[in-house]
């Protein structure tokens, strides 16, 4: 079992910056890939970025390729994603997520924290 919080729930004026959170608790942290998602009112859920186990191999989605950067600290057993050049669009509920690094599907996931841009 693994537990994930985020962290980093926030309002912030377009074009600056946020850097979220999120805590792992449970099993060996190193031993999963971590992702980001997202998710906008009324929206399907997006794939952000995702992050393997060491940290040496990372991927990104066109949702924030060039401006968003997922990284991850194991001796803390958290994983980040700093947001830079926010836009509007990039509002919605953003979630952590943790795979087993020799499984497909990501298997437990965060409550999500809020991220809203202002234009």
């Known amino acids: 079992q693994v537990q994930l919080v985020e962290s980093g729930e926030g309002l912030v004026q377009a074009g600056g910056s946020l850097r979220l959170s999120c805590a792992a608790s449970?099993?060996?942290?190193?031993?999963?890939?971590m992702g980001w998602f997202r998710q906008a009112p009324g929206k399907e859920r997006e794939f952000v970025a995702r992050?393997?186990?060491?940290?040496?191999?990372?991927y990104y989605t066109d949702v924030g390729k060039g401006r968003f950067t997922i990284s991850r600290d194991n001796a803390k057993n958290t994983v980040y994603l700093q947001m830079n050049s926010l836009k509007p669009e990039d509002t919605a509920v953003y979630y952590c997520?943790?795979?087993?690094?020799?499984?497909?599907?990501?298997?437990?996931w965060g409550q999500g924290t809020q991220v809203t841009v202002s234009a």
């Open positions: 449970g099993r060996t942290f190193s031993n999963y890939a």
């Open positions: 997520a943790a795979k087993y690094y020799t499984a497909t599907e990501y298997t437990f």
């Open positions: 992050i393997n186990w060491s940290g040496g191999n990372t």
